[in-house]
């Protein structure tokens, strides 16, 4: 009896509703397995996996718009690019920093880190791809070397195991992950080596160019992200609706960090720019906008602290020889435009994470 009310009742709304409002369900279909049929293209550009998804509601048409006007066009060519002068065999990692990893298509978990005899950890898990943009870094002894977005660690202890005769400044805005950072050290490195090499300030990044102009050889800033891989893990990530503002102004968070880090580096210096996103506008985007903004002349440079006549060149270094020497462990995007973009590939789940190297020139 209920079945055959519920037909009634939808029979009956069908006449209300009228033949023109109905949906050929045959042609919706068709029109679904053609959509099936079509293939993706391995050779499209990186950019399509940046457009915006399609709006369900009218509601959202102006978040979208606005995410929209923050998509910058990525020229390709306005940037020079040279190749590293310097010939290293980057297989030969210094014995002072001990790195390891199960061999491709190993599934294994490591076991959890146990303390030694001075309570310190016995190894640091994390991404083996975070090794890549310290090794860019090209970290020599008695360096001065800044981290400006440090937290929660993993990357400045790379830093730090691979050249330990270095003065590290690790500085992080946020004061539960500076908390994270110092936890980070204290675990790993003996007290009278931290205190002798190691120094942790909690302070804006995009200001740091200004208040410690050229002051450092070497500087890693590893920006906030979209975090492509943790967002697959956390509902409430920086995808969610209550969160499209921040992502929409995140480009230009990120690159007022990068050009702050490239003032604050010294000439002749080298800056390594770092993301964990597969997002075109958030890697080569922000390095190309970066690196034009510093070589012009505006007046908003005055407002910020600097002086209208301070324009900064400088040049992205290439990564292509660390990509070769480093192809059997990681899977490299083969179409960036500046910079190297590890992608996560079923055999070798590290990444994504994207590096770019610049050379600051005056």
Known sequence: EYGIKKLLEQKENRKLLGTSDLIDEQEEMNHEEEEEEEEINEDD??????????????????KQALEQQAQSVIKGNVVSIVDDDKERDYRKIPPSWHVYTF???????????????????????????????????????????????SAPGGKALNIFHMCPYIQLTCNDIDNSRSKRLVEVFTQTIPKD?????????????????????ASFDRVLVDVPCTSDRHALLTAFN???????HERVELPAYQRKLLESAIRACKPGGIVVYSTCTLAPVQNEGVVERAIENLSSTTSNKRSR???????????????????????????????????????PHISNNFGPLYFCKIGRIN
């Open 45 to 62: 550009d990186m950019n399509t996996f940046n457009q915006p998804e399609p709006v369900k509601r009218l509601d959202e048409l102006y």
């Open 103 to 149: 061999p491709r298509s190993n599934m294994s978990r490591f076991e959890p880190a146990k303390t030694d005899e001075l309570g310190l950890l016995d190894y640091y898990c994390m991404d083996g791809a975070c090794v890549l943009p310290v090794i860019a870094l090209d970290v020599q002894p008695f360096h001065s070397v800044l981290d400006l977005c």
């Open 238 to 244: 920086i995808f969610s609706k209550k969160r499209i």
């Open 193 to 213: 080596i931290l205190a002798k090499h190691i120094k942790f300030i909690k302070g804006d990044g995009c200001l740091f160019g200004a208040r410690e102009p």
């Open 305 to 343: 602290g600097y002086k209208e006549n301070d324009s900064i060149k400088c040049e992205i270094i290439s990564t292509q020889s660390l990509e070769k020497h480093y192809s059997y462990f990681f899977d490299f995007h083969a179409k960036t435009r500046y910079g190297s973009l590890v992608l």
